[in-house]
């Protein structure tokens, strides 16, 4: 599976933005999928995940509220809309899949098998 990530850009603190996550190669629908996100010097962390196959959806405490994540399956597309945008979320956005993950890791990034090249989310004050 080959992940292209897209959307991100520069938007004003309360702002909005959608990020994409394009599959090739194979259908999506039975991958789980994360978003991660990496601020500046800082580790790469947990934003979202869904999978069709466990219905299972989780987001980060920071984001929740604020973010969600869906599917278009006509697509072959996961999309991470972010409203309520603070400077905090300034980040390189990433996502991942995995066929095999399990609920329990969704939030671990070293079970993915599959990521994205990132894109770039810049929040102004």
């Known amino acids: 599976v080959q992940l292209q990530a897209y959307g991100g850009g520069l938007v004003q603190a309360g702002g909005s933005l959608r990020l994409s996550c394009a599959a090739s190669?194979?259908?999506?629908?039975?991958?789980?999928v994360g978003w991660f996100r990496q601020a500046p010097g800082k580790e790469r962390e947990f934003v979202a995940a869904d999978s069709r196959r466990s219905g299972t959806t989780i987001y980060a405490d920071s984001v929740k509220g604020r973010f969600t994540i869906s599917r278009d399956n006509a697509e072959n597309t996961v999309n991470l809309q972010m409203n309520r945008l603070k400077p905090d979320d300034t980040a390189i956005y990433y996502c991942?899949?995995?066929?095999?993950?399990?609920?329990?890791?969704?939030?671990?990034?070293?079970?993915?098998?599959?990521w994205g090249q990132g894109t770039e989310v810049t929040v102004s004050s």
């Open positions: 991942a899949a995995s066929y095999s993950i399990i609920v329990s890791n969704y939030k671990n990034l070293n079970r993915y098998e599959y």
């Open positions: 190669g194979r259908t999506f629908r039975s991958y789980a």
